[in-house]
């Protein structure tokens, strides 16, 4: 599983974004791709934050007294990290998360969102995209994502209820 919630502000947290951060550098050399400072300053907000964000709380992140920075940008550039595989759109919250890892060709991804801390967690499973594959293709449904949302109680969340009933 790979961790997207509960960094702010620790050691993980800037591990996670400095792992996010080299990785896009890198990705957009091979490329050939534009890495922008606004897509720069984007990224690094969502990946600093190690929570989902949307575009308009990016953009207030990243507006100061002398600078406006518009939500319309930020989506630009989300749409960009997006594309490339920088950060994933969390799509019941509006939101976005950094990614700091490749994911392989085809391979679906299942985010765990906890209703109780907000945390999100990233994880793939090969059951769950045979399972939909076979459904797509019986369906004759060929998918722009594979990306499916689960929402429930986080381990840690659960653990925090059990202790507070005894």
Known sequence: MHDHAGHEGGACGADH???TMA???????DRSLHFTKLRHDVLQAV???GKPMGAYDIAERLSGPERRVAAVSVYRALDFLTENGLVHRIASRN??????????AGEGLVFLICRSCGGIDETTSPEIEAGLGRTLERAGFRPASRI???????GACHGRQGDDAH
């Open 148 to 154: 499916l949302e689960v929402e429930g109680e986080c």
């Open 23 to 29: 990785r896009a550098e890198k990705l957009c050399r």
């Open 17 to 19: 974004a400095a792992a």
């Open 95 to 104: 939101a976005f998360v950094s990614c700091a890892h490749e994911h392989g």
């Open 47 to 49: 990946a600093e934050t």
